[in-house]
Nanobody, 128 residues
Framework: EVQLVESGGGSVQPGGSLRLSCAASGFVFSTYWMHWVRQAPGKGLEWVASISVRGATTYYADSVSGRFTISRDNDKNSVYLQMNFLKSEDTGVYYC?????????????????????RGQGTQVTVSS
């Protein structure tokens, strides 16, 4: 059974930093692209970042580019999201998502395929 467990969320002031972690199990982690998506209060899912199977290629939403960094450690079956210079509009629940297909990037937006596994989410609140 695929399991994704996010952690690291919390409350921070604007300009602050947080590092989210996602521990994965139940599948061959090193063969799947991984993604972070988020959901702001009252809004739909927004794609945030993606990372390739070995971590060599990353993609970011324009809204976070230059401030967030996605990374992974295949030995630890984990993916991370380092978030710097946080803004109030970054507030939301952040989810780790496993791409449905091995070795492919099929997730490029918040419209997740029905077979895309995701975790329970971790809350990030940016407020002064």
């Amino acid at each position: 059974e695929v399991q994704l467990v996010e952690s690291g969320g919390g409350s921070v002031q604007p300009g602050g930093s947080l590092r989210l972690s996602c521990a994965a199990s139940g599948f061959v982690f090193s063969t799947y692209w991984m993604h972070w998506v988020r959901q702001a209060p009252g809004k739909g899912l927004e794609w945030v970042a993606s990372i390739s199977v070995r971590g060599a290629t990353t993609y970011y939403a324009d809204s976070v580019s230059g401030r967030f960094t996605i990374s992974r450690d295949n030995d630890k079956n984990s993916v991370y999201l380092q978030m710097n210079f946080l803004k109030s509009e970054d507030t939301g629940v952040y989810y780790c998502v496993k791409d449905p297909a091995p070795y492919k990037r099929t997730i490029q937006s918040g419209a997740l395929p029905s077979n895309a596994a995701r975790g329970q989410g971790t809350q990030v609140t940016v407020s002064s």
